[in-house]
């Protein structure tokens, strides 16, 4: 058996469910996130394979005793900092306040 | 091979201790005193708040986002990362970074595919989301199992490593006295899961990872101070004091040997980086704050805090190699690198000898403590949560357990866990079981990660496509490390010690890598598949709506 839920509870959920909000929500979470997904992990893949297979180009130096291995690396850094800030901003304006409604009305009609 | 496998257990190190002279004993284990007054006395103000099941294994939801971030800092940074990063880049230089961006790179996935999406459709452990579209208690035994199993592997490296490390770090090398650690350690965190519960726990967590990031920035300003601040200075001398050269500064010291080390490369860096999403015990850190988008804050402030981290390894690594020199640098290279930061912060205190130096080393010495402390902490109380209220509350009493009766369940169950912790750890302080950190991962990734995202992306998805790949992932990947040269099979080295686990003259080893991910992982999603298009389930179908809206919007999701 799965988790019991009130009938109301889940004819509650069905309507959400069936809303144009939810399925703009559910589009505004995948576009940002299927892509950057594919985006961050090849990303991450193309630096593991480098340092394996990749010695001469990583080991060039670019200024001083800093090589591109080190700023490859490091720009991993940046890149995970600068993807998760926008997915904080792309949230915070597309997704929050469609979830905040939708929420706000299951929670009018159940609790 | 890998640093999480030479990382703190390295029984060979026999501490000559020139930096442990008796006045340093002293400082150092007045500190370690410190931090253990310090934690119970959080654990006992956190303890009079404990109330409910929601207070005992969420801390009452009531975290805020910032709070939740330091906790799952907290959690995160183990030993391994902070001693056994910096120590791999102090050895062996640039290979030692890798680690930290595998590490570093994964939060992106629990960011953007876990965090939220958990918190509003679970309640306590990671099977409740599960169970929520299907059959009770096969998922959530198999999703028990791989709890436990992870957090005792998880659990098991660092005990033995807290071992080794404070007899290290207080300069006793007796079997006793590390006996005598495992088993304080031990006790230490059972007290805390037992009477604190989650609350406690999560405060042991803030204050280390504050006491964790203000010694790592104080060592790295001091690192960086030397060199004028000037990063390619740091490199530069780093490289000319390995004996190294260039070579230092780029990958291939440690995994560029042949093209069997290189696939192990690939499978480790796939783990590390789809694991981190599937660890119970950072899972069950989302369902300690009020709303998804305070778990959404927490993730982006552990993320800040991880990745600064990892950044300031790479300074006290590089400055290790680069400043500490002579007798303590054979120290280092003794202990595998775990005594690389510790070591550092004597040396830019002012050396052996100074009252600077035994001031920064007993400082950092604590440090480590404290990080053991918080996360073994964080592992018993996640793998107590599952046995009460997956195993004992839903499979065997079927729902009907009173909240009481789960909490005082769960409890019982810390002390079980921490007792067979215990009593696993001490026999096995000598074997170098710090590949059960790399393992855990990989578990993670191959058994939990494909059942959470088919449950919340794939409707088809059912109780036994979720059961096949928990249990496909799980065995495959501890089997392929029962018959991997970890445990059999690799020889012996120069000097004449056994470098796996079994006898040199036992030979069971088939599999060629020592990380199974790269086989385990897709074997996890392919049965998470088959499994489910075998069969058909109703209600796990129509259940699957009801858990998009929950998971999308948090409607009904727990307070």
Not at chain 2, 27 to 34: C, D, I, K, V
Not at chain 2, 173 to 196: D, P, R
């Amino acid at each position: 058996m799965a988790e019991k839920v009130s009938p109301e509870v889940q004819a509650e959920y069905a309507r959400i469910h069936a809303t144009p909000e939810f399925a703009a929500l559910k589009a505004a979470y995948r576009k940002f996130v299927l892509p950057m997904t594919i985006a961050f992990m090849v990303w991450y893949l193309t630096y593991v394979l480098c340092s394996n297979y990749a010695g001469d180009f990583m080991g060039q130096q670019v200024f001083g005793n800093i090589n591109v291995a080190l700023l490859f690396g490091l720009l991993q850094f940046v890149t995970t900092f600068a993807i998760a800030y926008a997915y904080a901003r792309y949230s915070l304006a597309k997704m929050d306040p469609i979830s905040d409604e939708l929420r706000a009305q299951f929670e009018r009609e159940v609790d | 091979m890998s640093i999480l496998h030479t990382a703190l257990a390295d029984d060979r190190v026999i501490l000559a201790a020139e930096g442990s002279t008796s006045d340093n004993r002293v400082l150092t284990a007045s500190l370690f005193g410190f931090v253990v007054l310090l934690t119970v006395g959080i654990t006992f103000w956190a303890s009079r708040n404990t109330k409910t099941a929601a207070d005992y294994y969420a801390g009452g939801r009531s975290f805020s986002g910032m709070q939740n971030g330091f906790a799952i800092g907290g959690d995160y940074m183990s030993a391994a990362s902070f001693l056994g990063i910096s120590g791999a880049i102090a050895l062996s230089g640039y290979d030692g970074f890798l680690y930290s961006i595998g590490f570093l790179v994964a939060w992106l996935v629990a960011l953007l595919l876990i965090a939220e999406l958990l918190r509003n459709s679970g309640r306590f452990t990671m099977a409740d989301q599960l169970a929520y579209r299907m059959e009770q208690r096969p998922v959530r035994t198999a999703a028990a199992t791989s709890t436990i199993v992870v957090s005792i592997f998880y659990l098991l490296a660092q005990m033995v490593g807290a071992g080794a490390l404070v007899s290290l770090l207080l300069g006793i090398s007796s079997e006793a006295a590390k006996n005598i650690t495992i088993a304080a350690v031990g006790l230490l965190m059972v007290f805390y899961v037992v009477l604190g519960g989650m609350k406690g726990t999560t405060w042991v967590q803030i204050v280390k990872a504050v006491l964790l990031m203000f010694g790592t920035l104080l060592i790295s300003v001091l690192v960086l101070a030397k060199f004028g601040f000037n990063l390619s200075d740091l490199l530069g001398t780093a490289a000319q004091e390995s004996g190294q050269g260039k070579a230092f500064l780029e990958p291939g010291l440690k995994y560029g040997g042949s093209t069997t080390s290189k696939i192990d490369f690939i499978s480790l860096g796939i783990a590390l980086v789809l694991g981190t999403a599937g660890l119970p015990h950072i899972l069950v850190r989302f369902y300690t704050v009020p709303t998804a988008k305070a778990a959404r804050v927490s993730v982006l402030w552990a993320i800040g805090l991880i990745g600064t981290f990892y950044l300031m390894t790479l300074i006290l690594g590089f400055g290790a190699a680069a400043l500490v020199t002579g007798d303590q640098k054979q120290q280092i290279i003794d202990s595998g690198g775990n005594l690389a930061s510790p070591l550092l912060a004597q040396a830019v205190g002012g050396g052996p000898g100074t009252t600077g130096g035994a001031i920064l080393l007993a400082l950092i010495a604590a440090v480590a403590f404290a990080t053991i402390l918080a996360v073994v902490a964080g592992l018993t109380l996640t793998s107590a949560s599952s046995v009460a209220h997956d195993l004992y509350a839903n499979v065997w009493k079927k729902g009907t357990a009173s909240e009481k009766d789960e909490v005082k369940m769960a409890r019982m169950a810390a002390f079980v866990i921490g007792g067979v912790a215990i009593a696993l750890a001490i026999p096995g302080k000598n074997l170098n079981v710090a590949f059960l950190v790399a393992l855990a991962f990989a578990v993670a990734a191959s058994a939990n990660l494909p059942a959470l995202l088919f449950n919340l992306f794939w409707k088809r998805f059912n109780t036994r496509g979720a059961v096949w790949s928990i249990y496909g992932g799980l065995i495959s990947s501890v089997g392929l490390v029962l018959f991997s040269p970890i445990v059999s099979g690799k020889g012996v080295d120069a000097t004449g010690k056994n470098l796996s686990l079994l006898p040199e003259n036992i030979d069971i080893s088939w599999f060629p890598l020592e990380n199974p991910g790269i086989v385990s992982i897709p074997l996890g999603f392919f049965l998470g598949w088959l499994g489910t298009v075998t069969t058909r389930s109703r209600v796990s179908e129509e259940r699957f709506p009801e858990l998009e809206v929950r998971s999308f919007t948090g409607a009904g999701a727990e307070k």
